[in-house]
């Protein structure tokens, strides 16, 4: 089992950047991993994927070109750079993780973190 704790969100204009971070308890190299994005009464939606060695990645099309998943398994974490920020981008990001093999599929991660917001001013 894992553990995981977000953080960097925070209040940003449009057009700038922010770098979250996903601290995992837990050797995270045993895991593919993921970020989601919640918004009050939406769905969880999936936001970037990361297989166990980061050597495949996916995005959403919403965020492909502006956002970078990247993860160090040395440091039990995981990384999501998003640069050109929108205020659509604006929602509460989640990381967690899969035994499974990379998938965009929310219900297929077992651990997740508490979530960090980040807001989007326009």
């Known amino acids: 089992q894992v553990h995981f704790v977000e953080s960097g969100g925070g209040l940003v204009q449009a057009g700038n950047s922010l770098r979250l971070s996903c601290a995992g308890s837990?050797?995270?190299?045993?895991?593919?991993l993921g970020w989601f994005r919640q918004v009050p009464g939406n769905e969880r939606a999936f936001v970037a994927s990361?297989?166990?060695?980061?050597?495949?990645?996916y995005y959403a099309d919403s965020v492909k070109g502006r956002f970078t998943i990247s993860r160090d398994n040395a440091k039990n974490t995981m990384y999501l750079q998003m640069n050109s920020l929108k205020p659509e981008d604006t929602a509460v990001y989640y990381c967690?993780?899969?035994?499974?093999?990379?998938?965009?599929?929310?219900?297929?991660?077992?651990?997740w973190g508490q979530g960090t917001q980040v807001t989007v001013s326009s």
């Open positions: 967690a993780a899969t035994t499974a093999t990379m998938t965009m599929s929310s219900g297929a991660y077992d651990y």
């Open positions: 837990g050797r995270i190299g045993a895991y593919s």
């Open positions: 990361i297989s166990r060695f980061g050597t495949t990645t």
